[in-house]
C-alpha cells in the first residue's frame, strides 16, 4: 500500500515562529504537493514539485516555501508563522497523470 | 489558476434519496477525479474519468465528465448513511501535473 506520511498529526506554534511541516512518501512519486484545507475553500495548493529540487508556486504560495532535497521528502516551510496560517495542510504525492494519494493531515493552529 | 467551481456546497438528505453533486470549470482538463474524504483523514480517490463524454459507475455512484472536459457530475442513487462525507472534485491540466481541487460537497446523509 501506498503510504504518505506527514510528521505530525497536531502542531500549535506561537507567531513569528519558523515552522517546519515533512511528509514522506514510499512509493517512489515523482509529484508531491501541500495543500491547506480551511472550510469552505476546499483544497488550496500551496506548493508542488514534480522532482528532486523541483518546485513550482501553487496558487497560495506567499508566506511559505518548500524544499525536496530527497524524492521521498517534501516538506513545507514557514518562515514566520502568522494567525492566518492557522489550518489544515495536507500533503500528497502521485505518479504523473494518476492518483494523488493523501497523509493524514497536520492541524496546525498558529497563537 | 485553472478554477474549479462545486456545487451545491452543502447537501442534507434523507436515507434513499438520490442526489448529484456538480464540478464546473471553464477550462479544460486532461482527467479529472473525484475524492471523498472523512473528518480526520486525508481524501481518498474515487475514480479518475479521462475522454470526453465518459460514464463510469462504483456501485451506487455514477460519475460523469463533460463532452468537452470542462465538467464533471457526481450522482448517488439510494443514499446511505455511510455516504456522508465531503465529496471534493480535481482536475488534471494540460500543462502538466498540477492537480487543482474543487471547493467540496459537504454531504450529510440522514437516517
Known amino acids: 500500500d501506498v503510504k504518505v506520511t506527514q510528521s505530525s498529526r497536531y502542531l500549535v506554534k506561537r507567531t513569528g515562529e519558523k515552522v517546519f511541516l515533512e511528509c514522506v512518501q514510499d512509493?517512489?512519486?515523482?509529484?508531491m504537493f501541500w495543500y491547506r484545507q480551511d472550510p469552505g475553500l476546499g483544497l488550496r495548493l500551496i506548493y508542488f514539485s514534480y522532482d528532486v529540487k523541483m518546485k513550482e508556486k501553487g496558487d497560495i504560495p506567499e508566506g511559505y516555501s518548500v524544499s525536496r532535497e530527497k524524492k521521498e521528502r517534501f516538506s513545507l516551510i514557514l518562515e514566520s508563522a502568522s494567525t492566518n496560517q492557522t489550518s489544515m495542510y495536507l500533503c500528497a504525492s502521485s505518479l504523473a497523470g494518476r492518483e494523488a494519494f493523501f497523509g493524514q493531515g497536520t492541524r496546525l493552529t498558529v497563537v | 489558476t485553472q478554477l474549479l467551481e462545486q456545487s451545491p456546497q452543502f447537501l442534507s438528505i434523507q436515507e434513499g434519496e438520490n442526489l448529484t453533486v456538480y464540478c464546473n470549470s471553464s477550462s479544460v482538463f486532461s482527467s479529472l477525479q473525484w475524492y471523498r474524504q472523512e473528518p480526520g483523514e486525508g481524501p481518498v480517490l474515487l475514480v479518475t474519468v479521462v475522454t470526453g463524454g465518459e460514464v463510469k459507475k462504483l456501485k451506487r455512484l455514477t460519475f460523469q465528465f463533460g463532452d468537452a472536459r470542462k465538467d464533471s457530475s457526481l450522482h448517488i442513487t439510494a443514499a446511505q448513511t455511510g455516504d456522508t462525507g465531503l465529496y471534493l472534485c480535481a482536475g488534471e491540466g494540460n500543462a502538466g501535473n498540477m492537480l487543482t481541487f474543487g471547493g467540496g460537497t459537504r454531504l450529510m446523509v440522514k437516517p
Open positions: 512509493m517512489d512519486h515523482e509529484n
